[in-house]
């Protein structure tokens, strides 16, 4: 199976992500939303930890990857590896993960990701897979 690819659009980047899990699936997104801005292998040489919450599994995703745009802008960090994620359901959606990855001033970026953006956002389950898709505006 696919981690992700990427889809027609007319202007923004669209891709979808896939996974056995929703963790997994979330995971391919942040990865799938990396390769979009650079081809360069980056390396996993700081470790972080985010929280981050939703009111629904869109909104979830839209506030994770929208983290990893936030971490490059005020700490030039670019994501590497996801090393564990936990995705749970009480009141709202909360996921919590360990990531790595390294200065962003070691790696060439093609693209710049001004944004995550809702539109044709989806995350749905699939039979034996779920699929997260997204348009990021470059």
């Known amino acids: 199976m696919d981690k992700f690819k990427f889809l027609e659009h007319t202007a923004d980047m669209k891709f979808q992500a896939y996974g056995k899990t929703i963790e997994e699936a979330f995971k391919n997104s942040a990865l799938a939303l990396i390769s979009v801005m650079t081809k360069d292998k980056i390396k996993e040489k700081e470790k972080k930890k985010i929280k981050i919450e939703g009111k629904d599994l869109e909104n979830l995703l839209y506030n ?56 044709e956002m989806f995350v749905k389950k699939e039979k034996d897979k779920f699929i997260c898709q997204v348009v990021v505006d470059v």
Do not use: M, P, Q
């Open 64 to 119: 994770f990857l929208e983290e990893f745009l936030i971490l490059l802008d005020s700490e030039n960090f670019v994501l590497s590896k996801i090393r564990k994620i936990k995705i749970e359901k009480k009141k709202h959606y909360s996921l919590v993960a360990d990531i790595s990855g390294d200065n962003a001033e070691n790696y060439e970026f093609n693209l710049d990701v001004k944004a995550v953006t809702y539109n």
